[in-house]
């Protein structure tokens, strides 16, 4: 393809388009049906199967036979089809096969020579008169050729054999139908010889050419030959030929050799033999390539003359040569096929362009229409256009039509100067503007919104501005490339108006609209739901992050310019949405659209994003390439079509606003009494404003649908009879959609002048007359053939690719029995060819479009899918069938080479003389793997398409116990799919079988039991969606992590965890030891994460459907299924203050604390930045939204913006009282709003209120401390008296006019007020025990919800309307010592009332508190968050009753307050973070720290036994120590020393000793060290006490000055005590006698490139007694301490080693991992690249045993498991919240971990490779539920009892007998931990010679 047809592609040009490449390898083979059985059958069981594998495997093609002498039914016999079947095929085998098509086998036997389906009338009354005169009879041709005058010209038809002969087809009575076929082929001999008669003698005649006599005379074969082969051009590249000699045919048995040869008269049939001859030795060869060209010859052998046994080599021979040839073109096609993402382009461009022409070749009519979209081509609308109507209206050719359209379009614009006909004289946007002005028109350059002046204001003109071309003198210095957004010259153009306020009749616009606002930064007010219309095109102080492109044309600097025309070179896109795999989805759509546009301006292709959101916004900025010289327009139809967006919104991509020279028509169906089919176009409407820019689609209407018909009747060369025409009158007089005229075109196209009236009847509505055409095509075809094929197609949930319903029909004995009932195939499937000829006339109605990866076929319209379901699956049991056999294909039960068994039919047995009535066949079907491995060992690909179909299938063939075993419960299955698919893919699964699992056959109480199970591990799915959606990898672990209390009582969830246990580990080798995480089925129904800051703001939209938070960006959840929807990050600076949403869910706006605003567009994703628009360096306090306006507010004044950040307005708002500054605002329109004032101190509760109604001033309210008022604005609760905590109602009375009944309305006004004025009025009061922090309301707005500093209240709101005295209020009290605090004024900590007022929930602190309503009773208390709870929201809609927390520590949480009180499986915790952990592995403890308290938890179990303060109020622990025999702790708390006896919990030691760094056990811990720092920060001491372990006393005490303190080492040896001092300025390294504390010796420390005070940490050097490394910076400096030499230095070094001193790691903060040999400093493994992430903290380091190395990244929160001996890594796993504490066991097999939010977790390392990992798994108590360690802390949560509340119930646990860990079960739980973990090679446990705990 040279570069010109390139460039015209890709430009749109309709004109003369080249073929389509394709994807199929398709080739006809052409033979006589006897003589190569052999051959062909050969063929079909070893050659095709294999190029099948080799087609798809190396070039992804699809590899598709066509043999007509396999498969073809009688059918198509009797009405003599078949040779034009075959013409027909070959055709197609041409125009879709890449590379070969066509292949010929010829032998010596000529063939069958038909006669003529079909002859000219004047041609057969040619024949009959020569025939007459001959003297020859003509009744026969007469009797079997009938005329056809609805032909043009006329035709004479042979009759169907049946039609005269009516038991030819009859089976069911053999005896009658070989009379009748033998009397057809005698007719059929004779007739064949009138014809060739009257044909050779016309010819010699001279009034027949030979062509046409020539037609008469051959075979099928020759014909076939002469289209496949003899007109082909080039052969060299698609045509094969094998010819055969067989030498010496034994023509004694005349019947076999009439197999091979031409038998005549029981004579070799000379005429045929020559005809052969000139065929194969002289025409053939002198077209084919040589190459292409195989002869063989063969001799004939014994009684059958060939045979597989006899003639072996020959096949072998020939099977090979096949092969081969086939494979080298292909291979040769594929190597000129452009592979690069350009030629794919093309390909994708050439299949739209094509379908475009087809649909423009059967257009008629629609004038009025195509001359609304020529108006809006040529018109100034900056929004696209959309073509809506119900489906079948004709939108796809209206849109074709219209594309084709353009080029003379925008010429006759050019040539006429304004385009010919007059444009509506308004054709602007209406009601789009505050003024009125469409904001096309507004934007205009220069600011001209008024025309007449220049005389230039007629819409003529309008239109031009938009194409017509100039070319001016001068350059325009603010144009820039649309791809690097706005410049300041442009946006100085932006501004249509220089005024700063609203003119009068702008005011009056905005305040008579639907008023409509949501609450502001205060939240004071409550959300309200109504409409505000305007846009505004004002200046205003911008920044644009996704640049909005508007309508400015640039003029030049001077007035006097040279205007030249110059032609228009248009791009046009073109695109059928869900008709390719590349338009069937948002992302590949978007990429494609992208690389044309790219194409033609020239911009790379590179830069093209692959996610959704950046993509959707490079795909807006491109359109504003367009220009003048090259204008953009994109057709796109059925954009209803198209899939692949999580968001619920399909329609985001689609840009709103348009830039110049660009235009954007789309179509989507819209039929009103189908509202779900209908919701994307009502989308559209949401998004398109502009009424102007739909056009409804509608019928043709009788006379147009007439027209139409007759002129299709005229181009297809048809015609009808005056009766016909009446018919077809009177069904479109019923029915005039495109899509019924286009099927009764398709049938009356078949009907004949002879036809009979019955056979000429139509339908009178779509899907009658779709199922007349299923029945002609089932009649034609095999009724059970296309019953099923049909069937298949529509069972399946997103279509079938052709290769996959060929083996489904395969695969079904029932359609082979049929297919096959006289036959025995050689291979048992289904011939390709049966379901080629059935697709063949279903033109169109199938369409190809992408699914799971693959193309695949479905119905195009929903008309016909309707109608298949109507006609197959009316018969329950028929549609169990196929479901449950497209299941099976899919689970690979007959794959892979596994036969298949099937009964012979009783014709089979007795034709074929079978003896069994039973055999088995291999149907040649794939096996169905969960992935496709390549040959490294890795996975190459995931079957999407077995993911998207089994279970669906599955669930609606009834078969629950496979949909359990091989998905649902499956951890493969489920790991497979996490993978390559989103999560919600697999909830989905389980969300269906929930919902289709009621059957008659299932008890309620098993379906009740198995919809928990399946909820159970949905749930787990849902709760660890944030993590598992990016590491899919953890699916084991989370799952055990979750699902581990609940495996006992549920047998699906027991094997899943034990399938993750034992295939899990392969993923992930870290796995739980025990329960860990949340468990589904509790409170907690979503934790949605992703922030990565605090989450300042929640809303929900208002249909209650999605969840909008902001940290630094935005996130927005579907609540149905907790997917992540959207992700906007706007890249600023600065912390979000508040988040409000438009009433219309279109906008949202978030402002900062540096007074920069966001507004962002939640259907586009678009977003602008509004920089602060106030005066006077006021500061942005808050923000109100309508749906067209924003409002930001200051201390003293308030802007109004358009939706584009332009300022409108600028007022200024004034208090009486001078001290007083704007606090909050509630917008509703411009003339109405509500302004709170305060003096700005906070300790200062007064308020003032003022109200702007219709621009009245209400009098001030003096308020306080809190206040709220109702959605409709005209009832407020708040407190007025301010020395009284009393709540007041204020009612606004008066006049109220609402919505467009604002003026003239007559009200009662009431006196002393004047119309239009109103007041708020003082109503009931009720008193408050305390004084309130807030105020607002519940959903209902029936009670009122107050904020105190120890609770809340509640009052009933018909209280203050009734002015009931002394009204109950219902106080709810927060536990002692817990209170809530106001963050400012009018805000604290919210309360909200559940579904219907049951419960009332409260966020304080990191907890939900939940009172019983009315009583008042605090029931349930739970644990959150671990960060403060900073907004909680309810959600209360349809079946919902939960509510929705943020919190700052990033986290979204929605809570099932159903489910409050269902058993919660709790995993104990800290209330403060885990600051470090000591481990006893003899007693199976682990002792952890946090501020408040030492923790004391079983290891494998994960309880928390114990908490053990000396201080019960304000302990400060910062140090804990286990011994290793498990019986003394050693802490630091509060300055002070602390020994306690464990488990006795005794403590019997305490000493004083402040600012404690470090505690140390020494020489076998029979002593400890404690280290403090004492004196001022820059200058100081080292205190280091030694005492004996465990009495305490003080052995010795040493002192060394330091700066910043290091930790104390002991060298190995352990005789010398090692510390870093500094001392005159300069670092110091001191040796002591670890025994007796004397100095040895200090000296300082001399290397090269050493600095001072850069020295870090002292190591001991392992394997060396007296040497230790002092680590600086990223390399470490090794010393001998006893003789004070500099040893060596060791680059690129952490400080991290083996115990054999070989082995170190290098971990640099800002990335990377490093495993190198110490000695050389070399690299051993790179094991993480050292690409830049950022920098961020890790941790690192080797476990007990040094097999593995742990690698912890704050940044991504996930810990790495990597295997020393290979550098391989075994597990990435991400942990819930940030690890602050990290251990080993010392037999190395887990690994223990505290984290920020006081948890700590065990992880087994159970590597794949190491032999019993499953069995340790297995053995764990949490899976054999046979140890269990009780906790100490009862109730629901572990965070509660710190200090000296558990001291006192341990010791009352005590006196009772004690539930505590006793010194028995600590034994028991030792000798359970060592038999676990008897994994080192001496099987002992490691011991380890000290332990520090050193205070980062």
């Known amino acids: 393809m040279d570069d010109q047809t390139v460039d015209k592609i890709f430009a749109g040009s309709l004109g003369t388009l080249p073929p389509v490449s394709s994807k199929i390898v398709r080739i006809f083979t052409s033979s006589t049906f006897t003589d190569t059985s052999m051959e062909r059958n050969t063929l079909m069981a070893t050659v095709y199967p294999k190029l099948k594998e080799y087609c798809r495997e190396k070039h992804g ?69 020569v025939l007459l005169t001959m003297g020859q009879e003509v009744i026969l041709l007469d009797t079997w050729y009938k005329k056809d005058s609805n032909a043009v010209p006329p035709i004479c038809i042979l009759q169907p054999i049946s039609s005269i002969l009516v038991n030819f087809n009859n089976k069911r009575v053999p005896k009658l139908q070989q009379e009748d076929q033998a009397k057809w082929w005698d007719t059929l001999d004779r007739m064949q010889k009138l014809l060739r008669k009257a044909a050779t003698t016309l010819y010699s005649q001279g009034q027949l ?55 005549a008269n029981r004579a070799l049939d000379a005429e045929a033999v020559r005809l052969l001859a000139n065929l194969r030795d002289e025409r053939l060869p002198a077209k084919i390539e040589p190459s292409n060209l195989m002869r063989y010859t063969v001799e004939w052998i014994g009684r059958d003359g060939l045979g597989n046994d006899t003639h072996d080599e020959y096949l072998q021979n020939f099977i090979s040569h096949f092969y081969r040839n086939i494979a080298r073109l292909v291979d040769r096609a594929m190597r000129k096929e452009d592979s690069s993402p350009q030629g794919q382009i093309v390909t994708e461009i050439l299949q739209h362009l094509h379908a475009c022409n087809n649909s423009v070749k059967v257009f008629y009519g629609r004038e009025n229409d195509l001359e609304k979209v020529r108006r809006y081509i040529l018109g100034p609308s900056i929004q696209p256009l959309t073509l809506f109507g119900a489906g079948g209206c004709g939108k796809t050719s209206l849109l074709a039509k219209s594309a084709s359209l353009i080029v003379t379009w925008l010429s006759e614009f050019l040539e006429n100067g304004h385009g010919g006909s007059n444009p509506p004289p308004d054709t602007r946007r209406r009601g789009s503007n505050i003024n009125g002005q469409g904001e096309g028109q507004a934007n205009r350059k220069g600011g001209d919104t008024d025309r007449s002046e220049s005389g230039k204001g007629d819409s003529q003109n309008d239109i031009g501005t938009t194409w017509k071309e100039e070319v001016v003198s001068c350059t325009d210095s603010g144009r820039t490339s649309p791809l690097q957004g706005t410049t300041p010259g442009t946006q100085s153009r932006r501004s249509s108006r220089t005024s700063a306020t609203l003119s009068r009749q702008e005011s009056e616009d905005l305040a008579s609209s639907n008023s409509s606002r949501r609450q502001s930064s205060s939240g004071v007010f409550s959300p309200v739901s109504t409409v505000t219309d305007g846009q505004s095109s004002h200046r205003g102080s911008i920044a644009l992050s996704t640049p909005i492109q508007e309508h400015i044309d640039p003029e030049p600097a001077s007035p006097s310019v040279n205007k030249i025309n110059k032609p228009i070179k248009p791009v046009l896109i073109m695109r059928y949405l869900g008709t390719t795999p590349d338009s069937s989805a948002i992302t590949p759509m978007l990429i494609s659209l992208c690389q044309q546009i790219s194409y033609n301006y020239m911009v790379p292709f590179d830069a093209i994003p692959d996610d959704l959101v950046p993509l959707t916004a490079y795909f807006k900025q491109l359109l504003a390439l367009a220009t003048r010289e090259q204008p953009l327009l ?154 099923h094929a049909l069937a298949y197609i529509t069972a399946s949930k997103s279509g079938l690719s052709e290769t996959e319903l060929e083996d489904l029909l395969s695969l079904d004995d029932r359609v082979l029995d049929d297919v096959y009932q006289y036959h025995m195939p050689p291979v048992r499937r289904i011939p390709p060819l049966l379901w080629t000829r059935i697709r063949n006339d279903l033109p169109n109605y199938l369409s190809e479009r992408e699914a799971d990866g693959v193309s695949v076929l479905n119905w195009y319209h929903r008309q016909f899918k309707e109608a298949a379901k109507e006609r197959y699956f009316k018969n329950q049991n028929l549609a169990n069938y196929f479901h449950s056999s497209i299941a099976e294909y899919f689970m690979g039960t007959w794959g892979g080479g596994n036969p298949k068994p099937f009964k012979y039919t009783e014709i089979q047995r007795m034709r074929f003389n079978l003896a069994e009535k039973e055999g088995e066949a291999d149907r040649k079907v794939p096996l169905q793997p969960l992935v496709f491995v390549g040959k490294d060992g890795k996975v190459s690909r995931y079957n999407l398409r077995k993911f998207g179909e089994l279970p669906y299938h599955l669930v609606r063939a009834r078969r629950l116990d496979d949909l359990f075993h091989n998905v649902l419960f499956h951890y493969q299955w489920l790991h497979a799919k996490l993978s390559s698919c989103p999560l919600q893919a697999v909830l989905s699964d389980f969300e269906d079988t929930c919902n289709n699992l009621e059957d008659r056959e299932i008890s309620r109480e098993t379906v009740r039991l198995t919809t928990r199970e399946l909820m159970l591990v949905a749930d787990a799915l849902r709760l660890g969606g944030a993590i598992l959606t990016q590491y899919p990898d953890l699916l084991a672990s989370q799952l055990i992590g979750r699902l581990l209390p609940e495996a006992g009582a549920n047998l699906n969830v027991r094997r899943l965890l034990e399938q993750c246990d034992k295939e899990g580990i392969n993923h992930c080798a870290l796995m739980p030891t025990a329960h860990c995480l949340h468990t589904p089925g509790g409170p907690l129904k979503y934790s949605l994460e992703g922030h990565q800051f605090a989450v300042f703001g929640v809303c929900l939209t208002s249909d209650a459907r999605f969840v909008v938070s902001v940290s630094n960006k935005f996130l927005i959840w579907d609540l149905s299924t907790s997917d992540l929807t ?218 009122v919800l107050g904020t105190t500093a120890l609770g809340f209240c509640i ?98 949480k929605v809570w099932n307050l159903n489910n409050v009180f269902e058993q919660v499986h709790v995993i104990d915790r800290h209330e403060l973070q885990i600051d470090s952990i000591s481990l006893c592995q003899t007693t199976g403890v682990a002792v952890t720290v946090t501020r408040g308290c030492v923790g ?220 190198i040999e110490l000695r050389s400093s070399s690299t051993v493994s790179q094991l993480i690249s050292r690409s830049a992430e950022g920098v961020f903290t890790n941790v690192t380091s080797f476990n007990a045993t040094d097999q593995y190395v742990l690698y912890y990244h704050s940044g991504h929160k996930t810990l790495r498991v990597f295997r020393v001996l290979d550098g391989q890594m075994l597990a990435n796993y991400r942990l819930a919240a940030e690890l602050t504490a990290i251990e080993t066991t010392t037999d190395g097999r887990c690994v223990v971990i505290g984290t920020l939010d006081g948890c700590l977790s065990v992880l087994a390392i159970a590597d794949p490779t190491v032999p019993g990992s499953f069995q340790f798994l297995a053995s764990l108590p949490s899976r054999t539920r046979q140890t269990r360690i009780p906790s100490a802390i009862s109730g629901e949560s572990s965070d509660r009892h710190d200090g000296q509340d558990a001291n006192k119930r341990a010791r009352k646990n005590e006196k009772e007998g004690g539930s505590h860990i006793t010194l028995k079960a600590a034994a028991t739980v030792a000798a359970s931990w060592a038999k676990a973990t008897q994994t080192n090679k001496t099987g002992t446990v490691q011991s380890v010679t000290s332990k520090a705990c050193v205070l980062s």
């Open 1126 to 1343: 959207r992700a906007v990050n706007p890249g600023i600076e600065g912390v979000f203050q508040g988040l409000i949403l438009s009433p219309d869910d279109r906008f949202a706006a978030a402002w900062t604390n540096n007074s920069q605003t966001i507004l962002l567009n939640l259907l586009t994703s678009e977003q602008i930045v509004i920089n602060n628009p106030l005066q006077e360096d006021e500061t942005v306090g808050g923000a109100c939204l309508l749906d067209t306006h924003c409002v930001l507010y200051g201390q003293s004044q308030w802007v109004l913006l358009t939706m584009q950040g332009v300022a409108v307005e600028i007022h200024r708002e004034r208090c009486k009282d001078t001290q007083f500054q704007l606090l909050a605002m509630d917008f509703e329109s411009h003339g109405n709003y509500h302004v709170i004032f305060w003096t700005g101190d906070l300790d200062d509760k007064r308020l003032i209120m003022q109200t702007v109604n219709d621009g009245h001033r209400t009098s001030p309210l003096e308020l306080h401390s809190a206040m709220v008022m109702n959605r409709k604005r005209d009832i407020l609760y708040a407190c007025a008296d301010l020395n009284s905590s009393s709540v007041s109602v204020f009612k606004l009375n008066g006049d109220q006019p609402t919505g467009n009944n604002r003026k003239g309305r007559n009200c009662d006004v009431p006196a002393g007020l004047e119309p239009g004025q109103r007041e708020w009025t003082k109503g009931n009061v009720l008193d408050g025990d305390d004084f309130l922090l807030q105020l607002s309301l519940s959903e209902t707005e029936n009670h």
């Open 1355 to 1452: 009052w009933n709101a018909a209280d203050f309307e009734k002015q009931t005295p002394n009204a109950k209020r219902i106080d709810l009290k927060l536990p002692t010592g817990v209170r809530n605090i106001s963050v400012s004024l009018l805000q604290s900590n919210s309360i909200i009332l559940s579904k219907n007022d049951e419960f009332a929930v409260a966020g304080v602190r990191k907890n939900l508190y939940v009172w019983k309503i009315p009583s008042g009773q605090l029931v349930k208390v739970l644990d959150a968050h671990f960060g403060r709870i900073l907004a909680i929201v309810p959600y209360t809609v349809g079946p919902w009753n939960s509510v929705i927390t943020s919190s700052i520590d990033r986290s979204v």
């Open 634 to 787: 994109v057709f796109l139809d059925s954009v209803d079509q198209i899939g692949g967006a999580q968001d619920a919104n399909k329609m985001a991509w689609l840009p709103t606003r348009l830039p110049p020279h660009c235009k954007i028509v789309v179509s989507c169906v819209y039929e009103p009494e189908n509202p779900e089919i209908s919701k994307d176009c009502q989308t559209l409407r949401r998004m398109i404003d502009d009424e102007d820019n739909f056009i409804h689609v509608l019928a043709l209407g009788e006379e147009l649908a007439s027209q139409v018909i007759r002129h299709w009747m005229r181009n297809s060369h048809r015609d009808l009879t005056n009766y016909q025409w009446r018919v077809v009158s009177n069904a479109i007089a019923r029915c005039s959609l495109p899509i019924f005229v286009k099927l009764v075109f398709a049938e009356i196209c078949r009907w004949k002048s002879y036809s009979r009236a019955q056979e000429t009847h139509l339908a009178s509505n779509v899907m009658d007359s779709i199922m007349m055409l299923f029945e002609r095509i089932e009649i034609q075809h095999g009724r059970i053939l296309v019953f």
């Open 61 to 129: 093609l699809e590899f598709q036979v066509v043999d007509m002498r396999w498969g073809v039914r009688d059918e198509a016999t009797d009405d003599h089809m078949t040779t034009e079947l075959c013409m027909k095929e070959i055709e197609n085998c041409q125009r879709l096969s890449m590379g070969p098509n066509f292949v010929v086998f010829l032998g010596q036997k000529y063939g069958y020579r038909p006669i003529p389906t079909y002859i000219l009338a004047s041609e057969l009354a040619q024949f009959r008169e």
């Open 1496 to 1715: 004391v938890w079983h290891i494998l179990t994960g309880k928390l036994m114990d908490k053990l303060a000396y201080n019960a109020l304000g302990a400060i622990v910062t140090h804990a120590l286990i011994t290793k025999d498990g019986r003394h702790i050693l802490a630091a708390e509060s300055g002070s020393i602390i020994i306690w006896e464990w488990p006795n919990r005794r403590a019997f030691f305490k000493v004083e000793q402040p600012s404690i760094k470090q505690i140390m056990l020494m020489d076998e811990d029979t002593r400890f060290l404690t280290a403090s720092r004492l004196g001022p920060p820059n200058e100081g001491k080292a205190v280091v006490v030694v005492r004996d372990c465990p009495n305490g006393v003080a052995l010795y005490e040493v002192e060394v000055p330091v700066r910043t303190f290091r930790p104390a080492i002991i060298t190995n040896d352990g005789l010398m005590l090692v510390m870093l001092g500094h001392e005159k300025n300069r670092d110091y390294i001191y040796v002591f006698q670890s025994q007796t504390g004397v100095l040895m010796h200090k000296f300082i420390p001399r290397y090269q490139g050493a600095k001072k005070d850069q020295a870090g940490q002292l190591i001991p050097v392992p394997g060396k007694a007296t040497q230790v490394a002092l680590m600086d910076q990223d390399k470490g400096v090794v010393f001998d301490v006893r003789t004070k030499k500099h040893i060596r230095t060791i680059r690129r070094w952490s400080g991290q080693v083996t115990k054999d001193g070989r082995l170190g790691l290098y971990a640099p903060s800002r990335g990377g991992l490093e495993l």
């Open 209 to 263: 050419d030979f062509d046409s006599m020539h037609n008469y005379l051959m075979s099928v074969t020759e014909r076939e030959v002469i289209n496949g082969l003899l007109k082909v051009r080039n052969t060299k590249n698609h045509v094969l030929a094998y010819v055969r000699y067989i030498n010496n045919i034994n023509l004694q048995n005349l019947r076999r050799a009439g197999l091979f040869i031409d038998i």
